[in-house]
């Protein structure tokens, strides 16, 4: 795949893009807001699909092993329901409160020489509100979110454009099977949905935001999704950690030590560099690659 590059002032420079996860990410998974999340997705199961109460926190954690998200993971398995009102259920209600405005990121971030993008798993409606209870709207060129990468029948049923009829389920796969006989001849159901960590959403990621993986630099807290950027060349950066590991270029315990650990994203553009800034509210992308 050939990249254009845009910016012909960092044409030269080891990096021309930084590509950031949000959540856990530009705020510490200290805030609790991630508990919250996990506690709407788990009422979601028990109160939207019927999934008896005692196997719902078992299943979630083996959901979001497998497929990234548990929403990926309950349409691979055969729950069939509206996106739109499960972003509603488990974002909709979250105490966006508990996130404070952060101006030390600000600074820094607006302080970069380099084009930044976010790239998440959540919903559209959920990055924007986080990132303006953070006070960062504005330091991020645009955001590629679920909506952006998943095409939907209406806005709100995912639809699988790569599956047949005869592909898809008819009923549930049975997941507690699968884990407890991992030398069964058992395969896992591929899931619609395109999400971190699989190739395919960084690939679309790449074609949508003009970005060479190879002068990108990413930042995630999830080292599933390091390991795929890392294999696609992206150089990556472990947030939340200050232990580095295999698929790992750098670790940073918190977001705010950057500067700190990564100096060169301020030299990369020489003493006459200016930073990056975009007016107004982020862009967030909604279009789909097919």
Not at 41 to 52: A, D, F, G, S, T
Not at 259 to 285: C, D, F, H, M, R
Request: glycine share 4%; hydrophobic share 35%; with cysteine.
């Amino acid at each position: 795949m050939e990249y254009k590059n845009e910016n012909k002032q960092v044409s030269n420079q080891k990096y021309d893009c930084l590509l950031f996860d949000l959540d856990d990410t530009i705020y510490p998974l200290t805030s609790g807001l991630s508990k919250e999340v996990t506690k709407n997705i788990q009422e979601y199961m028990l109160q939207k699909l019927c999934i008896e109460e005692p196997k719902v926190p078992e299943l979630c954690v083996s959901l979001y092993k497998f497929y990234g998200t548990t929403l990926a993971g309950l349409r691979a398995i055969g729950y069939q329901f509206d996106c739109d009102d499960f972003h509603s259920y488990v974002h909709g209600r979250l105490p966006y409160m508990m996130l404070k405005p952060d101006p030390v990121l600000r600074n820094l971030l607006l302080s970069l020489p380099i084009r930044k993008v976010i790239f998440t798993n959540a919903d559209k409606t959920h990055a924007a509100r986080v990132l303006s209870r953070l006070g960062l709207e504005d330091c991020f060129e645009r955001i590629i979110s679920f909506e952006t990468l998943n095409s939907t029948d209406k806005g709100t049923v995912l639809v699988d454009q790569d599956a047949s009829e005869s592909e898809r389920p008819t009923e549930l796969f049975d997941i507690d099977d699968y884990c407890s006989r991992p030398n069964a001849d058992l395969e896992l159901p591929r899931t619609p949905v395109v999400c971190k960590p699989f190739e395919e959403a960084f690939e679309q990621v790449f074609k949508i935001a003009n970005i060479n993986p190879r002068k990108t630099m990413f930042f995630d807290d999830s080292i599933r999704n390091l390991e795929t950027g890392k294999r696609l060349g992206l150089h990556t950066v472990w947030v939340g950690t200050s232990h580095r590991a295999e698929g790992v270029d750098y670790a940073l315990e918190s977001i705010h030590n950057i500067k700190e650990a990564l100096p060169e994203l301020w030299e990369v553009a020489g003493e006459n560099s200016e930073s990056i800034s975009y007016s107004g509210k982020v862009s967030i992308e909604t279009s789909v690659i097919a």
